[in-house]
C-alpha cells in the first residue's frame, strides 16, 4: 500500500530534550516536505527536500533540523525543543514537487513539550 | 492579514443539505487552487484542483473559482455523514512550479448529521 509513515504519533517531551520523528513514504516519490499544524494557523512548512542531499528552508525553519540522506526517507531533528514547538507535525511527499501533484501526507505526529 | 482567510466553523449539517465552503484571499498572485479533506487523527488528502476562473465538478463536489473577487469555494451536494472533516483549502502563485509554495488555509470543520 503506498503510504507516508511517521513515527511516533504521540511523543510528549521536555524542554531541551533532542529528539527525531521520522518520515518514510514507499513511493519512491522526489519531494518530501515537513509541515506544523497549529489551530488558526493552518498547515506551515518547516523543511522541503527536493531530492536526496538537497533540503531547503520553508516558512518556519527555526528550531528545527532535517536531513535526507536516502530517497525514501526525511526526518524531523528538535536539537532542543521548546514548548512554542508544541504542536501536529505532518510529513508530505509528491512524485517531483511539482505543484499539481497531489501531496500524499502522513497520519501526523502530535508532540507536546512541556 | 494573512494571505488566506478561512472560516473555521464549525459548521453542522443535516445529512443530505447542500454545503458552501470558501475562502479568500489577497495575493493576486495565486492561479493554482487545491482543496483537501481532512479526516480527525489523519492527514490532509488531495480532493479537487483547479487553475482557472468558473467551476469543476467531481462527483458531489464541485469547486467555484472567482479570481476577480480573489474567492474560491467548495461545494457538496446531497452531504454525507462519511463528508464530516476538516476541509482546507490550498493556493500556489503562478510562479512558481513546485509544491514548495503552496499556502493553506486554517481549514472549516465540517459535520453532517445523520
Known amino acids: 500500500e503506498a503510504q507516508v509513515t511517521q513515527n511516533p504519533r504521540y511523543l510528549i517531551t521536555v524542554t531541551g530534550k533532542k529528539l527525531t520523528v521520522t518520515c518514510s513514504q514507499n513511493?519512491?516519490?522526489?519531494?518530501m516536505s515537513w509541515y506544523r499544524q497549529d489551530p488558526g494557523l493552518g498547515l506551515r512548512q518547516i523543511y522541503y527536500s527536493m531530492n536526496v542531499e538537497v533540503t531547503d528552508k520553508g516558512d518556519v525553519p527555526e528550531g528545527y533540523k532535517v536531513s535526507r540522506k536516502e530517497k525514501r526517507n526525511f526526518p524531523l531533528i528538535l536539537e532542543s525543543p521548546s514548548p512554542n514547538q508544541t504542536s501536529l507535525y505532518f510529513c508530505?511527499?509528491?512524485?517531483?514537487?511539482?505543484?499539481?501533484?497531489?501531496?500524499?501526507f502522513g497520519s501526523g505526529t502530535q508532540l507536546s513539550v512541556l | 492579514q494573512k494571505e488566506v482567510e478561512q472560516d473555521p466553523g464549525p459548521l453542522s449539517v443535516p445529512e443530505g443539505a447542500i454545503v458552501s465552503l470558501n475562502c479568500t484571499y489577497s495575493?493576486?498572485?495565486?492561479?493554482?487552487f487545491m482543496w483537501y479533506r481532512q479526516y480527525s487523527r489523519k492527514g490532509p488528502e488531495l480532493l479537487m484542483y483547479?487553475?482557472?476562473?468558473g467551476n469543476k465538478e467531481d462527483g458531489r463536489f464541485t469547486a467555484q473559482v472567482d479570481k476577480s473577487s480573489k474567492y474560491i469555494s467548495l461545494f457538496i451536494r446531497d452531504s454525507q455523514p462519511s463528508d464530516s472533516a476538516t476541509y482546507l483549502c490550498?493556493?500556489?502563485?503562478?510562479?512558481?512550479?513546485?509544491?514548495?509554495?503552496?499556502?493553506f488555509g486554517s481549514g472549516t470543520q465540517l459535520t453532517v448529521l445523520p
Open positions: 495575493n493576486s498572485a495565486f492561479q493554482y
Open positions: 508530505a511527499s509528491s512524485f517531483g514537487g511539482r505543484r499539481n501533484e497531489k501531496l500524499f
Open positions: 483547479t487553475y482557472s476562473s
Open positions: 490550498a493556493m500556489s502563485p503562478i510562479s512558481s512550479g513546485s509544491a514548495r509554495q503552496l499556502t
Open positions: 513511493m519512491n516519490h522526489e519531494y
